[in-house]
């Protein structure tokens, strides 16, 4: 099971899932209305538990979560939502499983990754400029452009501004496009298999070649 914070996350692993088919299958059934955001893993691993016989059947609960501007901390913040849920086991470092008797084993995985601060958009970001990088200086032109300050902005929200923006001046035919619809058939503007996106497959297949080995 694959527990993330927002919609355009649970969007984009959706389609990474499907287009990466060396991966195995996930569960994701949030974000909802009532649980969303990176305060809510605490609560959506206590409904999960909910149901007693669909939870004898999970063998794993990877959360992933954006970084942020300070990846450690969220990473304590993750921590202490799952020791507050109860009876889970908590994991001491980053893609570290941890297990504990009678739940499924536990894993936390960041993006962009452990140590660099962002979000999704830091990576669906790269992807554009990497198929367009031309475009690059002109957006952060305007991220600078006389009171605008968004440059200067904490990595999460400044890439979400480079993402929204980086949409607005690339796709004529829907320039108000969301991320969690970046991902949508028949013309995504993210391409999941794009190697800016290996690094995701290779820590959650090292997550469930954790889980399998047990």
Not at 63 to 84: G, M
Request: one cysteine or more.
């Amino acid at each position: 099971m694959l527990l993330c914070e927002g919609e355009a996350d649970r969007q984009f692993f959706r389609k990474f899932l499907e287009k990466r088919t060396k991966l195995p299958k996930f569960d994701i059934p949030f974000p909802t209305d009532k649980l969303h955001g990176n305060n809510a893993f605490g609560r959506m691993l206590q409904a999960i538990r909910g149901d007693r016989v669909g939870f004898r059947r999970v063998k794993g609960v990877l959360i992933v979560a954006d970084s942020t501007d300070k990846p450690t901390a969220l990473f304590k913040s993750v921590r202490a939502q799952i020791r507050a849920a109860g009876g889970y086991g908590v994991p001491s470092k980053p893609l570290k499983v941890a297990r504990a008797a009678d739940h499924p084993g536990v894993g936390i995985m960041l993006l962009p990754d452990e140590k660099t601060p962002g979000a999704l958009e830091t990576l669906l970001v790269r992807d554009i400029t990497e198929k367009a990088p031309w475009v690059t200086v002109c957006v952060e032109q305007f991220l600078r452009c006389e009171k605008i300050e968004a440059h200067a902005w904490p990595a999460e929200k400044r890439d979400k501004a480079r993402f929204h923006s980086l949409v607005a001046v690339l796709n004529r035919d829907d320039p108000s496009r969301a991320a969690s619809q970046a991902f949508r058939d028949p013309t995504p503007l993210i391409a999941v298999d794009a190697p800016c996106f290996d690094d995701v497959e290779k820590r959650v297949m090292s997550f469930w070649q954790s889980i399998a080995g047990t």
